[in-house]
């Protein structure tokens, strides 16, 4: 409950930062409702069960000292450069929603092994990596609202990959069978109105290949 603790702190001190920041109120507000929303998930009971798993901190932690030995991290150094007049909320969902199904596709995958010899609760095998209430999507545009609350300052790629796979102590990744994983997504939808897509990317293109797609993007000042 360590990181929990730390995070909270940092959320307080970002809530003040946001509002003596030269942005909109319309950024402020988005700001303000995912970090909202993160508190009160914090603030579950059952918070400690959650965290309680097999790709928890301590996994986590030892992973990231290989992770950053790695050829994806080298890549992830690329800057991201907004233009002052786009929205923050456009920035974010738009880089959450396209970057999650893409880049940090790969990155879950990569960093979260799966060594085929851990059977879901059911007892088949598990083989599919399963977020919770906070899709892999929402995890993305929350790393981005604590690192990067104004985007039109640049910010390397790697500290919101940093924050991203932090956030997963928090929110553990869970190994399920296919069966069970279509089971859970239709309960979350059920119970939150909220869609996992992180069943629906189709994209094939490498690691190296996404993040020069991202930064061609940006260099056009096309928006994600």
């Excluded at 996994?59 to 929205?87: F, V």
């Excluded at 990155?107 to 851990?118: A, G, P, R, T």
């Excluded at 059911?122 to 083989?127: L, R, S, V, Y």
Aim: glycine share 2%; proline share 3%; charged share 30%.
């Amino acid at each position: 409950m360590e990181y929990a603790r730390k995070v909270k702190e940092e959320i307080k001190i970002l809530r003040d930062k946001i509002l003596h920041m030269d942005i909109s109120e319309e950024c402020k507000n988005y700001n303000s409702e995912i970090l909202s929303k993160f508190e009160s998930y914090l603030s579950r009971e059952d918070l400690p069960s959650i965290m309680d798993s097999e790709w928890g901190e301590k996994y986590i932690d030892q992973q990231y000292e290989k992770y950053i030995k790695t050829k994806s991290y080298r890549l992830a150094t690329t800057r991201l450069i907004y233009l002052k007049n786009t929205p923050v909320k456009e920035c974010h969902e738009n880089f959450g929603g396209w970057a999650s199904s893409s880049v940090y596709t790969n990155l879950i995958q990569s960093f979260f092994k799966n060594n085929n010899k851990i059977l879901c609760a059911c007892g088949e095998q598990a083989c599919e990596r399963c977020h919770g209430v906070y899709s892999r999507p929402d995890i993305l545009r929350l790393a981005c609202v604590i690192e990067w609350p104004d985007p039109s300052v640049p910010i390397e790629l790697k500290k919101i990959s940093k924050r991203f796979i932090m956030l997963h102590k928090l929110m553990p990744i869970t190994l399920k069978c296919k069966k069970c994983h279509l089971l859970e997504s239709k309960q979350i939808v059920k119970s939150h109105g909220e869609v996992c897509s992180h069943n629906k990317c189709k994209h094939k293109l490498s690691m190296k290949s996404r993040i020069k797609i991202i930064v061609k993007l940006l260099e056009n000042k096309l928006r994600i």
